[in-house]
């Protein structure tokens, strides 16, 4: 199955890339997207504890099922400033 990644903020900076086309095989979840992403780019790993994940936009859990030509995006944790 072929899935497009989304990546945002410090994410995107670590692959170079805020859109990444993925082949994941039958019966992938989120967070087995976000582990072979992370085996790509090492420095990921230390991020899958605070990450939150959506599929086709709607916020999803990493246990959710994904399916060919999903969109997957990945976004870090988001600290605010002040005003």
């Not at 072929?2 to 805020?18: E, H, M, N, Q, Y």
């Not at 780019?41 to 999803?60: G, K, Q, T």
């Amino acid at each position: 199955m072929r899935v497009t990644l989304r990546l945002f903020a410090r994410l995107r900076d670590i692959t170079g890339s805020g859109e990444l086309v993925r082949e994941v095989p039958d019966g992938a979840t989120v967070a087995m997207v976000w582990d072979a992403l992370a085996t790509e780019f090492p420095e990921l790993a230390s991020y899958r504890s605070s990450i939150s994940s959506a599929v086709n936009a709607d916020y999803a859990k990493m246990e959710t099922a994904v399916r060919d030509g999903d969109e997957v995006a990945f976004l870090p944790p988001v600290s605010g400033g002040s005003w």
